[in-house]
């Protein structure tokens, strides 16, 4: 009967704590909702520490009008959950690039989902859709020539890479009195690092040639911190613990990538300056850059009065930081054929 008595004590004790904490109600409110969501969050823009330099090349791409399609760009790790609730991995890269291209000032054509459009040619041509301002009854919209423009390159590629852990370190401790209602304490931590990876390649639409190539890869790290209490107050027990775990987003990774390959792209095509828009690049000041991965350049002569030095990227020789030249048959302003190999 005494277990009983308690039992039922503590399950109305937690019924009332569930209701005054949750504020849920078994009838919907005025408002049409059993209970208020939590959160409150504002709407922010999604960026990335390359955007900034993406919108900066706009003053370049205004001036020449090269129309740019954006293709597949699959993930091709194969990486799926567990639980087999989806990928690991987002599947819109595609418009992750779109969205790149569109901060630059890039003109673009759809032509990743042309879906509606063919299904409005289809109507059209069946002389299903009236005109926009009938005159007359009868009047459906007419079928131009040459009414859709073309692209001068398109964007093509791939996620390649999804690696877990490629290093990881931990250390837990324990400790406390020996005796039996000693006060004990745990400690713990770890950090794991792993990565993604991109390969995109930038193709001249007459005549299929690429004109570009880039592979690039960022890594991810993410952290967890435990500590935890245990001891003996008389005829009763505390134990009690704490602890804090963080992930890098590896979806903004993937975006990073995106538009830090889309940056380098566009600055090349629309011949920008170095020294405008992607002069950190490959630098100390490089957002994402990390020092391991560079090799600085001579330093300039005496006479030059500005003897910051430039830095390069691993692997990459000058013509990768500067605009070069080849290009497409398309590309007017410009010679055609493929950019030399890098050494």
Known sequence: MTGRKYLLRSLAIGVAAIALGGCISPVATASGRYTAPIGGSPVISNETPYSAALRCLGHYTANRPLRIAVGQIAD?????????????LTQGAALMAMSALSKAGVPLVERFDTSVAEMELKYANNK????????????????????????????????????????????????????????????????????????????????????????????????????GVFDFLGQTFFDASVGESALEPIQLAVRSVIERAVLEMTSRLYHAPQTACTANLGTNDDP??????????????????????????KYNDTSRQEPYRWYGASDAGADTGLRGQLQ
């Open 76 to 88: 091709y790790t194969g990486k799926i959950e567990s639980d087999n609730s989806g990928r690991k």
């Open 288 to 313: 994402l850059s990390d020092a391991n991965d560079r090799r600085p350049m001579p330093e300039p002569a005496a006479a030059k009065p500005n003897t910051t030095a430039m830095n390069e990227e």
């Open 128 to 227: 299903l859709i009236g005109d926009d301002q009938p005159q007359a009854p009868g009047d459906f919209r007419k079928i131009m020539a040459g009414s859709i423009p073309g692209s001068n390159y398109y964007l093509v590629g791939g996620i390649t890479e999804l690696n877990f852990n490629i290093r990881s370190e931990g250390a837990n401790a324990d400790g406390g009195g020996t005796a039996t209602s000693g006060v004990k304490g745990t400690l713990g931590g770890s950090m794991y690092v792993m990565n993604v990876g991109l390969d995109l390649r930038l193709v001249d639409t007459n005549t299929l040639e690429v004109v570009d190539v880039i592979s690039y890869q960022k890594q991810i790290i993410g952290r967890q911190i435990s500590v």
